[in-house]
């Protein structure tokens, strides 16, 4: 399988980017990733002085996909996500919901542990390791890791985990695949500005899709599919989110608008991914067991 190690990073998703390796659509690479800070963080007297800001949110690639074009969407299953054992998380007065009741930034070790992230406090809480940053190269100029877009990354939304499959929309010849930004739990919201960062190694089988016509990212897991959208404010996100899923089950199902809308208000779950980027993320999901009754699929 072909690897890519952590010292291949970006730290903006480009089209103008020199592709780390190249991959036949139907192919599988493994990338090696550090923790959202780089790895710069190693204990929790560690102060934010000695941290290199510009370094934040590193994804490794990019990834050049052979035959995938624009207006193609790219297919990314998640086939494997390994992860330290250990991890970090921070609370700031410079980033979160709760920014306010902080002064300067400190951060707090968490060791991973018998399949539970061993919090501060003494919480213990289930690992479910997912990918916060996983994008292609977005139209028009470089979109730093750590904004999410219409072009995926830093979309910090826990469904991108092992079984799960990311739809991106291509702009760009090889769509410019990285991901990184591995979080061992994280819940929705990610509210702190960090979920259990954490660096690993990610598997991923990339594929061209010619039969989707998208705007925005979607995932698809056993359970649900989700549109992904991203915006200003959560509103618009949330907006944005529904309206993709009401597109797709019209083009996809051959639902009108209004039986689709009844259908997602009946059936479907609109949720926060994260509110913390620059941009905020919802999704918008439909289980597949309420879809089972169509004939066509989704995605």
Sequence with gaps: MIQVAKDRRVFSLSATAEPAVRVAAGGAVCLETADCFSDQVRSSSDTPEGIDWGSINPATGPVYVEGAEPGDVLAVTVERVEVADRGVMAVSAGFGVLRRHFSGTSFRMVPLQDGEALLPGGARVSLRPMIGVIGVAPDGGPVPCGSPGSHGGNMDTRLIGEGATVYLPVATAGALL???????????????????????????????????????????????????????????????????????????????????????????????????????????????????????ALV
């Design 178 to 296: 990285a991901a990184g930004d591995l979080h061992a739990a994280m819940g929705d919201g990610e509210i702190c500005g960090t979920g259990v960062e954490v660096a690993g190694r990610i598997t991923l089988r990339v594929d061209v899709r010619r039969d989707l016509d998208l705007v925005n990212p979607l995932v698809e897991t056993a359970e649900v599919v989700a549109a992904i959208a991203s915006a200003v404010t959560l509103d618009e996100a949330a907006d944005l989110a529904t309206r993709d899923m009401a597109d797709l089950l019209c083009a996809r199902l051959g639902l009108s608008m209004g039986d689709a809308t009844m259908l997602m208000s009946a059936a479907g779950q609109l949720h926060v991914s994260q509110v913390v980027d620059p941009l905020k993320t919802a999704r918008f999901e439909m289980s597949k067991a309420v879809l089972k009754c169509f004939a066509g």
